[in-house]
């Protein structure tokens, strides 16, 4: 293992440190909103002390990112492979336009998670949120598993506009009541079995990383958001 201090560098220097280490394991301490941590990376392990700055795990293509802490925003910006787990919150547009990969943080994510996120290549890209998630969660989602827990909350864990222009993939919520007013191009249900069954290894997944009881997080109700079938993505930009 390396340890790297990233102290009085700025996001070049870091970013270069980090590629020339000679170790697959990497622990970087100090971390003070430096940008592009780890764009394009592949095939590491790296462990991030403090608070990495916007765009952490962008292009990513394999490996497993440690975030001992709280993250910024475009966390996994286009990522196509790896692990990013974040022991905190995560900021607005986590996941934008993922096609691979998982996410995980166990607190809170701001605006539009999951923003364009897309199948690619037999690649499905999955997203699980501890805490809740703000608004214009899955805007546009073509694709993948974005799952809330709603950990700690009393209400709806997701804010307004839910899964605005969605055509693709499932949003799956944890929710005391079910999620109001979501847009047209979504229709909503109690989780099935199925559901349940699908999500379960990523619970598993992501307890195992926090340290938490599998069996709690699967207490409780669960809805499932798809597209709507009829009232395709198409037509919010045709004239009736």
């Known amino acids: 293992m390396i340890t790297i201090s990233a102290k009085n560098l700025n996001h070049k220097a870091l970013g270069e440190k980090i590629k020339a ?13 430096q940008r592009f941590i780890a764009g394009g990376l592949r095939c590491k392990t790296l462990t991030l ?12 293509d394999g490996g497993v990112i440690y975030v001992g802490g709280n993250a910024q925003d475009a966390v996994g910006d286009t990522m196509n492979d790896g692990k990013i787990v974040i022991d905190g919150n995560a900021g607005d547009a986590l ?3 993922m096609r691979g990969g998982g996410i995980f943080v166990r607190g809170n994510s701001g605006y539009r998670t999951g923003i364009h996120m897309k199948e690619y290549e037999g690649k499905k890209p999955s ?8 608004s214009f969660l899955g805007e546009y989602l073509a694709g993948g598993l974005i799952v809330v827990l709603g950990m700690g909350c009393s209400d709806v864990p997701v804010g307004n506009f839910t899964g605005t222009g969605m055509h693709g993939g499932r949003i799956i919520i944890r929710s005391p009541k079910p999620p109001a ?15 349940i069954d699908e999500i379960t290894p990523l619970l ?6 926090f340290g938490l ?21 198409e037509q919010l930009y045709t004239a009736n």
């Open 21 to 33: 280490a000679a170790s697959d394991d990497i622990t970087v301490h100090d971390c003070a909103g």
């Open 49 to 60: 002390r403090g608070t990495p700055g916007n765009a952490l795990g962008a292009y990513f």
């Open 95 to 97: 996941g934008y336009a």
């Open 127 to 134: 997203i699980v949120i501890g805490g809740r998630a703000g």
């Open 181 to 195: 007013n979501l847009p047209a191009q979504v229709t909503m249900q109690a989780a099935e079995p199925g559901d």
């Open 204 to 209: 598993s997944e992501f307890a195992g990383y």
């Open 213 to 233: 009881d599998l069996s709690q997080l699967l207490r409780g109700e669960y809805y499932a958001l798809k597209p709507n079938t009829q009232n395709p993505y």
